[in-house]
């Protein structure tokens, strides 16, 4: 297992993840406009032996991050390495000077919602109609994150009332 930096090469492998999980998933050319035209994205992949297992992305926003997507493929997924994605992603925003992250999750999306709340993140508000594929809201939560002396972070309990 290796986490890197999302190259354009990338790309293909990201987008059959996308359309294997996502109801309304991403194109190739956005993915290419977050790599290249987007000085705030920041988005990682997950190998396995080689192969693209996943992905996660998220905006960095001065003191905020706000994760844009994360996904694996169906045959990794139920075996912990979500929440090893999450975790790279919080740290690695933590690194980049972020102090809060942020995430918005389909509210019927039962299974998430528990790992994002495992990973410390709170419910603060909902996005109504935020899906377009079935007009579905979305929760968003937030976490705090706090960097530790190696500048690894954890998550410092949770917001109450966070912004949107």
Same mark, same amino acid.
């Given at each position: 297992?290796?986490?890197?930096?999302?190259?354009?090469?990338?790309?293909?492998?990201?987008?059959?993840?996308?359309?294997? %999980?996502?109801?309304?998933?991403?194109?190739?050319?956005?993915?290419?406009?977050?790599?290249?035209?987007?000085?705030?994205?920041?988005?990682?992949?997950?190998?396995?032996?080689?192969?693209?297992?996943?992905?996660?992305?998220?905006?960095?926003?001065?003191?905020?991050?706000? %994760?844009?997507?994360?996904?694996?493929?169906?045959? !990794?997924?139920?075996?912990? !390495?979500?929440?090893?994605?999450?975790?790279?992603?919080?740290?690695?925003?933590?690194?980049?000077?972020?102090?809060?992250?942020?995430?918005?999750?389909? %509210?019927?999306?039962?299974?998430?919602?528990?790992?994002?709340?495992?990973?410390?993140?709170?419910?603060?508000?909902?996005?109504?109609?935020?899906?377009?594929?079935?007009?579905?809201?979305?929760?968003?939560?937030?976490?705090?994150?706090?960097?530790?002396?190696?500048?690894?972070?954890?998550?410092?309990?949770?917001?109450?009332?966070?912004?949107?």
């Amino acid at each position: 297992m290796e986490y890197r930096l999302m190259k354009l090469d990338d790309i293909a492998a990201i987008v059959e993840i996308e359309q294997e %999980v996502f109801a309304a998933p991403w194109t190739a050319e956005a993915f290419r406009n977050e790599l290249t035209n987007n000085m705030f994205a920041k988005y990682m992949v997950l190998e396995m032996d080689g192969d693209v297992a996943g992905y996660g992305g998220m905006w960095l926003i001065i003191d905020e991050a706000h %994760v844009t997507n994360i996904a694996l493929r169906s045959q !990794y997924q139920g075996q912990g !390495y979500g929440k090893a994605l999450l975790r790279e992603l919080m740290k690695t925003a933590s690194y980049l000077g972020a102090r809060r992250m942020t995430l918005e999750v389909r %509210v019927s999306n039962e299974r998430a919602q528990s790992l994002y709340r495992k990973m410390g993140f709170a419910p603060s508000g909902v996005r109504p109609n935020y899906y377009s594929d079935n007009m579905e809201d979305a929760l968003i939560m937030w976490a705090d994150l706090i960097p530790d002396n190696r500048g690894e972070s954890e998550t410092a309990g949770t917001l109450e009332g966070g912004e949107a």
